[in-house]
């Protein structure tokens, strides 16, 4: 496919892409409470982008059946909205993502479901840090692999592990556009600091690390979509869409 670099007027219309997906997110996750069904999720998912001239982005997506990932405790990505009920204590990792004249903008958040336990609240903050540590070494001229590796050394060198098989990824008129973006140096594409794509403006890119308190391994559900950590441990997900500028990073999906 090769990266795709976008034009200025692109880059507007995936800013309000972006701006739709960061509102009908936080209307997501401030509905969040103990008692709910997963599906309630979903289905404020599916409603609420119409509103603003957008459609949810996933369902249907290579088969995927719902508008959105709701992925709860070890659950680290892909988990389908069913009639499971969120009980006080988990922590739920929402993504979502939506099209707006033709462009995507995509976009994850996880959140306690009532109080949580001081173990979960830290991994929380944690992957939400090893975002913004990622997206601060985003800029013009640097190269993919010090995204990486900022968000590795971010997550590890507070005890956390970093998952190795799924990453981020370019995103424009397709949901999934070159490049691959690594959250650790330790994936398959073993991209260090230094090495990898140069930033260029224009680029687009998903950055989503997903970050375990136990083990970086994970395992396939029976439903061949929900991914959880192989050892049953708590997994957070924190996404944002970002444009490479002249200067700072542009966050896409923040309201």
Not at 8 to 28: K, N, Q, S
Not at 64 to 79: F, K, R, T
């Amino acid at each position: 496919m090769g990266i795709i670099i976008k034009t200025d007027a692109e880059i507007a219309i995936m800013r309000e892409a972006g701006r739709i997906t960061a509102t009908v997110l936080e209307i997501l996750t401030s509905s969040v409470k103990p008692g709910m069904r997963t599906d309630e999720l979903d289905a404020i998912a599916e409603k609420e982008p119409r509103r603003f001239g957008a459609i949810p982005s996933f369902k249907g997506y290579r088969g995927y059946p719902a508008s959105l990932c709701v992925s709860v405790n070890d659950e680290i990505v892909h988990g389908i909205p069913d009639k499971r009920i969120l009980l006080e204590g988990d922590i739920v990792s929402i993504d979502y993502g939506v099209i707006y004249k033709g462009f995507q903008g995509d976009a994850a958040r996880t959140v306690a479901v009532g109080k949580v336990n001081a173990e979960a609240q830290k991994l929380m903050e944690v992957t939400e840090g090893s975002l913004k540590a990622g997206i601060k070494k985003a800029y013009k001229g640097n190269r993919l692999g010090d995204v990486s590796a900022a968000i590795e050394e971010y997550a590890e060198s507070r005890g956390y592990t970093v998952v190795r098989e799924y990453t981020g990824h370019g995103i424009g008129r397709d949901m999934h556009e070159d490049p691959q973006i690594p959250n650790t140096t330790k994936s398959l594409l073993g991209m260090m600091r230094g090495t990898g794509p140069v930033l260029k403006k224009g680029m687009t890119l998903a950055i989503e690390p997903m970050v375990n308190i136990g083990g970086w391994e994970t395992k396939v559900g029976k439903n061949g979509w929900t991914v959880s950590t192989k050892d049953g441990s708590l997994s957070a997900h924190f996404e944002d869409t970002i444009a490479i500028t002249d200067s700072e990073p542009e966050v896409l999906t923040r309201v």
